[in-house]
């Protein structure tokens, strides 16, 4: 059976630090791969989308990047943290037009 | 640009009723409608999918139904539990090229009362 992992669950990092999030899925090969941000009041924002190694498409300006250095692994990084990067941010896979699974989500808050 | 509305926000009931939520969209061409439950402070669970071609999917006490014509979808919750309080959100695909980027709703609250 197909699993998504996501780490770390939660994070508190200041203003102007890196980040690095990272989600690697199981059980399947070649999955699109997608980066979310949900913060309070504005539903699930799209970042990131992946249809296969090396090819990352970005959703919206921003102070994020992602890379997809394998398959089935999925990164979210930033050189310097804005206050506005807080959220709790979600990776998420699918096949063939199927179903979207999500993984349990990082809380990242900047302080 | 396809926009997702849901409708109401939050909801409160008392247990034992039988609920529906709605879905709007504002592009009907799309290729299917995902319906996700998502728990505080968790990730979203896949609960249906229906295809463009399926007029209803059924889970359990769960049954959704897609009006592609109208963009409409609905949710409808059977004898609702308190275990059931949660967000729903639906989804539909960006019609630009058949992308599988989902666009989603903001939602809607559902508190069961025991």
């Known amino acids: 059976s197909q699993t998504i992992h996501q780490w770390p669950a939660t994070l508190v990092q200041p203003v102007g630090s890196p980040l690095s999030l990272e989600c690697t899925v199981e059980g399947t090969s070649n999955p699109n791969l997608y980066w979310y941000r949900q913060a309070a009041g504005r539903g699930l924002q799209l970042l990131f989308y992946s249809v296969g190694i090396g090819q990352i498409s970005s959703e919206v300006p921003q102070n994020l990047s992602a890379s997809r250095p394998q398959d089935r692994q999925f990164i979210l990084s930033s050189k310097k943290l804005l206050l506005s990067d807080s959220g709790f941010y979600l990776c998420?896979?699918?096949?063939?037009?199927?179903?979207?699974?999500f993984g349990p989500g990082t809380r990242l808050t900047v302080t | 640009k396809q926009e997702v509305t849901q409708i109401p926000a939050a909801l409160s009931v008392p247990e034992g009723e039988n609920l529906v939520l709605n879905c709007s969209f504002t592009?009907?061409?799309?290729?299917?409608l995902q319906w996700f439950r998502q728990d505080p402070g968790k990730g979203l669970t896949s609960l249906l999918l229906?295809?463009?071609?399926?007029r209803e999917q059924t889970s359990g006490r769960l049954n959704a139904s897609l009006d592609k014509s109208s963009g409409r979808s609905t949710l409808y919750i059977a004898a609702s539990q308190p275990g059931d309080s949660a967000t729903y959100l639906c989804a539909v695909p960006l019609t630009q090229g058949g992308s599988e980027k989902l666009v989603f709703g903001k939602g809607t609250k559902l508190t069961v009362n025991p």
């Open positions: 592009d009907s061409a799309i290729y299917n």
């Open positions: 229906i295809q463009s071609s399926q």
């Open positions: 998420a896979w699918s096949v063939r037009r199927d179903r979207q699974y």
